[in-house]
């Protein structure tokens, strides 16, 4: 069993900066992708960027040039660096990794409980 367990979110300004964390505990054999999906009041949970193990990233258009996920392997730790927070950056955030205990897979995906960020105008 994987536990994802999130952390930094909080309130902010419009225009200011948070950093997420998820840190992954457990016994764990090996992690594949990790993400941040974020889920805002009456919509869908949607993605924000998920990073590979080699690093490749991905983000969502509308976090572009704003957000940067890193991760540390060694640490099983994700991180979320969000900038420029605009009021429709408000949203539960959550974390996933995929996981496996064979390094090829198949892997299965597992989600932290989620953060609150709420950006004030």
């Known amino acids: 069993q994987v536990l994802l367990v999130e952390s930094g979110g909080g309130l902010v300004q419009a225009g200011g900066s948070l950093r997420l964390s998820c840190a992954a505990s457990g016994r764990i054999f090996n992690i594949n992708n990790m993400g941040w999906y974020r889920q805002a009041p009456g919509k869908q949970r949607e993605l924000v960027a998920t990073?590979?193990?080699?690093?490749?990233?991905n983000y969502a258009d509308s976090v572009k040039g704003r957000f940067t996920i890193s991760r540390d392997n060694a640490k099983n730790i994700v991180y979320l660096q969000m900038n420029s927070l605009k009021p429709e950056d408000t949203a539960v955030y959550y974390c996933n990794a995929d996981h496996s205990r064979f390094r090829l897979g198949p892997f299965a995906t597992y989600w932290g409980q989620g953060t609150q960020v709420t950006v004030s105008s």
């Open positions: 990073i590979t193990t080699g690093g490749s990233t």
